[in-house]
């Protein structure tokens, strides 16, 4: 008994984790677009640039989060969304700190180091989303 709530534990977290993969590729796909037009496109700072794209990305990411990868779109939203706002302020001073400490510190391109922040933004995003703002067992 106690191997098989393993196995469909590990399950269930596998099939979410690979959900919340696929949101997170197209959630970067929409992020370094966004990011490009502003920076590159129309010559923005890249600080506001990582910020703007950020916002609009992050709005798609939390909606195809709650409706696909975690099915929690019978939870209250006002709370999720609360909640998600938290875990955005953690993960955008994560995204800032390590895309800063790569531009300024090591002069490298400001995509480099939003590739870089994903990597961390990955990891503590999956645990809040999923233990926190959608409470998914």
Known sequence: MGNLFFESAFTSHLKAFARFGAVGAMTAAIYFFVMWIANSGLGINYILAVTFAYIISTTFHFMANRHFTFAAATGHQGYQLVRYLVLWLINY?????????????????????????VV???????????YWVFKVN
Not at 93 to 117: A, D, N
Not at 120 to 130: K, N, S
């Open 120 to 130: 961390f933004t990955m990891c503590t995003g999956y645990a809040l989303a999923r």
């Open 93 to 117: 001073v994560i995204t800032i700190g390590v895309v800063t400490l790569c531009v300024e510190k090591f002069l490298w391109s400001p995509y480099l180091g939003v590739c870089i922040s």
